[in-house]
Every structure is written in C-alpha cells, then in structure tokens.
C-alpha cells in the first residue's frame, strides 16, 4: 500500500498525476513505479484512458473511487454518451482490470479514428495559471481531446510538448517540464486559412463540457432518438422518419465550410451511402466519432446541455401543449384547455395529423406541422361536437328565432350541419319552414320576439340619429347585429330608415351626400383595413379592389373617386405592387423562421411563398434579409 501519493489538480489526466508521482517519489526504474502503483509491473502507461485503475485504488488503500477516477481524470466521458451499452461495459473493465492493448478497438475507432493526437498538447496561458496556482504545470485532459485544436478556456492555440511519445519508450511517464514548454501563440495560423475560428472554439467548450457532464444515463440510442426529435423539427426528416439527406448535407456544408471539415478529418463524400453524416443519422451498428458528434449537434441545436435536455423530450409537429379547445359555444373557446393529442400519419401525404379531444366532447383534427401560431386555431375536421355544443344547440332551436345560417355562424360550422344535427335532435324547426301551404309572414311573426325587435329598433334609430351623414356602411359597422335581426324581420321598416339619411334610389327621396365627411369616414375605415389586410396570415395584397371589395365600397371607390380625394390618395400610396407584394411576404416568412429558430431553407421559402425559383432570384437582392445573400 502506498503511504505517499499527490492528489490530482482539476482535469488532471491520471496519466500525469502518475508522471509526478514519478518525479517526486525519485524512482530511477520506472517499473518500479509500476510496482508501487498497480502491484505489478507489466503494464503500459495510457495517456488518455489508463488501465489497471482498479488495481491502483486497492494500493491507495480505498482513498479513491475507481467510477469518480475515471469520470473527472480520463477522457472517458468525451466517447461515453456515443457507445451503446455493452461497449461502455467492455471499455470499463478495460480500463479497471486489463492493460491498454486493443482499447481503441472496443471505442470503435480502429480504423475510423480521426485527428488522432500521438504526443502531449498544452496551452500556454493554462500553463501559466497553473505555475502561479499549483508552482508546476500539468497535464489537461481537455487538451488530449481528438479533433480540439483550442483551448476552451482562453481561445489559444494548443501547443505540442517537444518531448512526445513518437520519441520515447512506451513504459515511460511524461511529465511536463517547464524549461521545455513553448509560451507563444499564433491564432492566425488558423485565420489566414479562412476558417471559421469562432465554430472551431465553440466546439472545444462543448467538448470541455461534455467532460463534466452526467451521462452515463444516456446512450447511443437516447442520441439517435434526440436527433431524429431536432431533425424533424428543423425539417430534415419526414413524418416516416425518413431524412432528407440532400437538404442535411447542403444546409451542413453550407454552415462549417469545406475548409473547417477537412481541417477535422470530417469530410462528406455525398456519393458515398456509408459517409459518417449518413451513417450518425441512421439506425446503424456503427460507432460514430465523438467529434462528428458534436459537429452535428453545434449545427442542430448548438450547446451539449440543451442537447441532453431533450433525452424526454419528443418533437410535436403540433407544437407545446396544452392546445385550445376550438368548441365556439363553449365558454372555454379558444383557450388552451386540452393536454393530450393523438399524432397519425396522413393516408394522402407525407404529413402529420393531430387529433385534438377537448373534455367538453369536441374533437377536431388538422394536418400540420404547424408552420405559424396561428395554425394552432385552425380546424381540418370536426370529428365530434360533444355535449356541451349539442346542448346548445337544442336551447337555442327551442327559441326558433335563428336561421341555420345563423346558427352555423355561430356554432362554427355548415349551414347543412345545423339542419342534419336538428333532424338527428327530432327538432324539425327548419323543415316545417319549407312547407309551402304555411304562411310565411305568419310562422315568421310567431316567431319573432317581438319586445326583442322593438329593442333592436330603438337602438337602430338611436345610432342614425347621431351618425346622420356616416352612410350605411358606418350604421352596419356599429351595430351589425341588430342590422342583421331587423333585415330578417322587418327589412321594410329597415329601408324607411336608410331614406332619411340617403339616396337610395331616383323614385325616392333625394338627400344631399356630405363628400366630405363621407372622405373622412371612408378614410378612417380603409386605414383600418389596409393595416388588417397587411398584417393578415395567410397574406393578401393590399389593392384598392381587395380593401373596396372587403368595405363594401368598391364602386364608390371606383365611380366616386374624384370625390373622395384623401381616401383614394390614401389607396394610391399605400396599395402594393405584385413585387412588393411578394417581397413583403418573402421577408415575413424569413423572419418567422428566425424568431423561432427554423432553420432557413430556401427551397422550404419560395414554397410557402408562392413563388418559384426564377421569381425568388429576380427579388433576390431587394430582400431586407442580409444572410440570404450568394442563396
């Protein structure tokens, strides 16, 4: 047993606290060493992993534990999240009980290792700190990493220790010696080649942290399952779990660039079936580098943490729950009240269908993936009306004042729905209408609540009474319900009333139009729908026709234009031309994707755009999006 040891320093590689040990305890033989550490001397030193641990803690009489050894002194934790279960067993009893031969075999990487580093890499600025800190550098694990090339902590270049392994026995501990380490440093060595200096540190801090992380509950099937979840997510991968490697490998190499990649050792050869960004995609029995890794994911997603954070989580194309409840008479319509959808494949197309159940009965379903929050009150189907809607319904045909198609406005659907769900109720209200030996003006007063109509009257005159010159449009705008009741009922008392305020006809009583104020009220009414118009999803042009169209005064603002000079100077200024049109609705949808951070794939633009490829080119450079330039 050991009566003398040196502690590891932070990060410290078991392989350099062994190499002090070494120095300190002034062994000339270094099996002697051997002897002193494991009991034995036939091992061979392992710079990265280490071997025989198991044996070392009994020399050290229990003082460490053999799991925490491994997880915060080897790199261990760098290949452990990427190997499927059975190989982390095999690799820990190598490195516990077994000598360093045939190790990198049971990673996985006998044939396909990458950046493959044969002698020791520090960074000066750590060896500094550590000098001042612990009076002797040492060796950083992070800095052994395959494929790092910067320190994590101060964005340096690593430097190769002078005295490697190419150049010493393999029974032998190195141990940095101050004299021989080199103190400068050139990052331009890697900007004049142009690369990418930013993504090449942020993957040395993801490396840094996956040192430090807890995953030794999640294996290479938990990483497949996270990247099938962010890959359909970022619209690389179909319902029927299909990835669209052309799209993958394009949006890939765009982001790295061809020079970064072979720096790494990680190019693609699209034509090859059996390239790593296939294979790290796929259900394969075939080890991926750690570093490919953590390439994909600083593309997918970009930090370790956020990545391992989706091990529950499952992509829904539907987006977060709970979901509203879209029952329009329910007094929870439109709130987010359900928690549970049922996500099916579409028979027709490649796309997913959710089928939303809500407690009150109702249950709709739509295709998705939902592209816009709006998506989320949109209805494909209704599957089911439930009690609470059909009850509703039968209160309100018991009252026989609403016409069908008044109640399938206000119940959310058909006209003929209304009818069939009435006939299905034994409430025959809207047949007995169609028969034709009954007087209609008779059932229709029968019918009609007639302190209910009076009322209606009243607040009829009441508005007229105090917007004398707004014209019908402005009297429909204010009271539209009341309009409506009153046109059903009594529409002749309905056309008394517009003739005190308008001409409506030569046989009538003419009254003079006060242009000016119909301007000003006009003009109010269009910027109102022009900006409703303009803001609108799915997008619309704003024309004069569209906005006179929508206002109900098209013809005026076609025939009466010389008389309504601000609202037509109004139009003229604002209305947009095809291309501005198509511009607006390009940059709308570029940005959405930014503000929830879709991935921006032209191809997916120009389509939900309406537009094509020629189109998109020819309004290319006018875009107000600066990162779609060389698209």
């Known amino acids: 047993m050991l009566t003398f040891f040196t502690d590891p320093y932070p990060d ?45 803690c009994r020399q050290i009489g229990g003082k460490y534990n053999t799991e925490d050894l491994i997880s915060s002194h080897t790199i261990y934790p760098y290949y452990n999240p990427f190997l499927p279960a059975e190989r982390k067993d095999k690799l820990i009893n190598f ?13 996985g990487f006998a044939a396909g290792g990458i950046c493959r580093k044969n002698s020791i890499q520090y960074c000066f600025k750590c060896v500094e700190s550590d000098i001042n800190r612990y009076r002797e550098p040492y060796i950083h694990r992070e800095h ?21 392994s190419k150049n010493t026995s393999r029974i032998q501990y190195i141990r940095l010696n101050e004299k021989e380490l080199d103190v400068t440093n050139d990052i331009n060595e890697i900007n004049d080649n142009g690369i990418d200096v930013e993504k090449l540190m942020k993957i040395s801090q993801m490396s840094y942290k996956l040192l430090h992380y807890d995953s030794n509950n999640i294996g290479r099937e938990g990483v497949l399952n996270i990247y099938k979840n962010l890959l359909y997510e970022k619209g690389f991968m179909s319902i029927g779990n299909k990835v669209h490697q052309n799209d993958l490998y394009y949006e890939f190499t765009r982001f790295y660039g061809d020079k970064l990649l072979n720096l790494l050792e990680c190019d693609i050869d699209f034509c090859n079936e059996y390239n790593w960004l296939k294979v790290i995609t796929r259900n394969s029995n075939r080890t991926s580098h750690p570093l490919r890794h953590l390439l994909l994911i600083n593309f997918l997603i970009g930090d370790i943490e956020l990545f391992f954070n989706q091990i529950n989580k499952k992509y829904n194309p539907f987006g977060q729950g709970p979901w509203p409840c879209l029952n329009k008479v329910a007094d929870h319509y439109r709130q987010n009240v359900i928690s549970d959808i049922i996500i099916t494949k579409d028979s027709k197309a490649p ?19 939902d592209e816009y929050p709006e998506d989320r009150y949109k209805i494909g189907k209704t599957k089911e009306f439930g009690h609470v809607w059909t009850g509703k319904l039968k209160e309100l045909l018991k009252e026989g004042i609403y016409s069908s198609r008044q109640l399938a406005e206000m119940f959310g659907c058909d006209p003929n729905t209304i009818r069939k769900k009435a006939t299905e109720l034994n409430m025959n209200y809207f047949s007995i209408n169609k028969i034709s030996n009954i007087n209609t003006d008779n059932v229709k007063q029968e019918q009609t609540n007639s302190l209910k109509l009076d009322e209606f009257k009243n607040k009829v005159m009441e508005v007229v ?19 409506r009741y009153i046109c059903k009922y009594d529409k002749d008392w309905l056309d008394t009333i517009w ?27 269009v910027k109102e729908k022009s900006k409703e118009i303009y803001n609108r999803i799915p997008y619309k042009r704003v024309t004069k026709s569209v906005i006179g169209t929508e206002l109900g005064i098209r013809n005026a603002l076609y025939n009466n234009s010389d008389k309504l000079p601000n609202t037509i100077s109004f139009i003229q200024n604002n209305q947009e031309t095809v291309e501005k049109f198509r511009i607006r609705r ?8 930014i503000d929830n951070d879709i991935p921006i794939q032209v191809w997916k633009v120009i389509r939900l755009a309406g537009i094509n490829s020629k189109i998109f080119m020819e ?9 779609l330039y060389g698209c």
């Open 12 to 56: 410290e590689l078991l392989y350099s606290v062994f190499a002090r040990y070494h120095h300190y305890i002034g062994n000339i033989d270094l099996l002697d060493t051997l002897g002193d550490l494991f009991n034995k001397k036939s091992i061979i030193p392992n710079l990265y992993l280490g071997s025989n641990l198991d044996y070392f």
């Open 465 to 483: 009474e105090t917007n004398k010159y707004a014209g019908k449009l402005k009297i429909k705008a204010l009271i539209p319900n009341e309009i």
């Open 351 to 369: 796309v997913p269908v959710g089928t939303f159940k809500c407690s009150c009965g109702y249950i709709y379903a739509r295709k998705g993936p």
């Open 586 to 593: 390009v940059n709308n949808i570029i940005t959405h994707f």
């Open 95 to 107: 490195m516990k009980y077994g000598n360093c031969e045939g190790i990198y075999t049971t990673l």
């Open 144 to 164: 052994q990493l395959e494929g790092i090339l910067l320190c994590p902590h101060h964005k340096t270049i690593l430097s190769t220790y002078k005295n490697n």
């Open 499 to 525: 003739l005190t305020f308008e001409n409506t006809g030569s046989d009538k009583k003419s009254v003079k139009v006060d242009w000016n104020e119909r301007d000003r009220v006009y003009l109010g009414l």
């Open 619 to 627: 309004i290319k450079d006018r875009l107000n999006i600066s990162f």
